[in-house]
């Protein structure tokens, strides 16, 4: 069975957190190879994410179309950021 879409909303925003590099310092972030301001990107996506949360929580029901532009945006700014080295598998290896 399907989740209904304020359950797949929230793991969507779970799983997002999880892959992203909220938390890294901007002196890393803003070091290296630059394809789009990374800082900026993180800010507006964490926006993005609190929005929806409190949107849920306060009983709105996302559509599909939304949670589906959500996932485009976060797929987006991931790419953006793979460019730049700051996410994907030679960052975890660099981490270990």
């Known amino acids: 069975m399907k989740p209904d879409t304020p ?3 929230r793991k969507l925003i779970d ?3 999880d ?3 909220f938390e890294m310092p ?3 972030m803003c070091s290296g ?3 789009g301001c990374a800082k900026k990107l993180l800010d507006f996506l964490a926006i ?3 929005e929806w949360e409190m949107r849920i929580d306060q009983g709105e029901v996302p559509n599909l179309g939304e949670l589906d532009q959500l996932g485009k945006t976060c797929r ?3 790419r953006v950021l793979e460019k730049n080295g700051l996410v994907g ?6 981490a270990s």
């Open 7 to 9: 359950t797949a909303m």
């Open 15 to 17: 799983e997002v957190r």
């Open 19 to 21: 892959a992203m590099p």
């Open 26 to 28: 901007v002196d890393q």
């Open 33 to 35: 190879i630059c394809t």
């Open 48 to 50: 993005q994410l609190e």
């Open 76 to 78: 987006k700014v991931y």
């Open 89 to 94: 598998v030679d960052v975890v290896a660099q």
